[in-house]
């Protein structure tokens, strides 16, 4: 069973393969040829974490004022689709909190008491901050929504609105633009589109900052809307309607963030293409004849475990064998550097022999 080191340095040139430095690595490929999977790697490894943070504080910060100058416009007009927007702010304000404590929390390096690292704390916190806009956000925007249907409150004087709802949507406008700025660098390393990268991605941090701040936009309208309506109606219900629209655009960020925050708290492996590349790139490995067995796992962004049952030549010394197995380690490592933990277990193929002279 071979695990990986953190160095990644070669110790020992296999049986059949050329000595090689410690820290040495592939030959560099030409512009254009790199795989994305390492231009990726190559970028994150710079800018992730720091990345990461400074788009989960700028929403954070902007969020906060927000929330206290909706609230302020809310009860002056009497607008429940300003308080709705209040309630958003608020709940997006706590969730960037949290969306914070799980980008450091999460990279936290590995210890005694957890072997296998602290990645999958980031995606527990990402999962609460789902449940705070939830919670804190859709809930009480239908609470709002449906008292304003019911009672049918005269409209009040909505410019103070209208003048936080423009400044807002400034606000609101940087903050995205932060977050789809990272979010389309990483999808251009991995060669993406910039929808599927925000379906697959990893980093559920930014996906959050950037579902939160576009969704916080359309309530933004939504208000607006709200508060024209009624203002040429002279009717509360357009603004009740508003605000139970911006409770169901609340839901669905939820749902979003926390069905993708759940699948990986699960365990979700690499996409099929990639799990095909680590074992084409096992299989390049001397002594190396087949693997049976094949599982990954995605603990963190930067984050991912390999573990394989492997069949070896017959005829391959026990060194030999030993010696396969760091290879294909630093391979896998060279490869892809977020790879950080590799498990490789001998295991006979079907056919082979026992000891004994019984056929497995």
Known sequence: MSESNETGEAKEPGATGEAKEPG???????????????????????????????TVIVAAIANLGIAAAKLVAGLVSGSSAMLSE??????????????????KRGDRPADEDHPLGHGPERYIWALLASVATFVGGAVFSFYDGIHSLTHDAEPGDPLLAYIVLAIAFVLESYSLRTGLRQA???????????????RRTPDTAVKAVVMEDSAALVGLLLAAGGLLGGQLTGSGVWDGVASLLIGVLLVYVAWVLGRSNAQLLIGRPLPPYLRAQVRDEILTVPHIVDVLELTTLIQGPREILVAAKVDFRDASSARQVEWAC????????????????????????????????TVE
């Not at 790199?34 to 490894?45: C, F, P, S, T, V």
């Not at 389309?184 to 925000?198: D, I, K």
Request: charged letters at 30%.
């Open 326 to 357: 760091e290879e294909a380690e630093q391979q896998l490592r060279e490869r892809w550097p977020s790879v950080r933990r590799v498990y490789l277990d001998p295991t006979p193929g079907l056919g082979a022999e026992r000891p004994d002279g």
């Open 86 to 103: 209040a309630a958003h702010s608020l709940a997006d304000t706590v969730t960037e909190v949290m969306l914070l404590a799980a980008v």
């Open 24 to 54: 040495a690595t592939r030959e560099a490929k030409e512009p254009g040829e790199a795989d994305g999977q390492d231009l990726r790697e190559q970028g994150a490894a710079r800018e992730h974490e720091p990345e990461s943070a400074f």
């Open 184 to 198: 389309r660098a990483e999808a251009r390393l991995l060669h993406y589109g910039f929808s599927r990268y925000l």
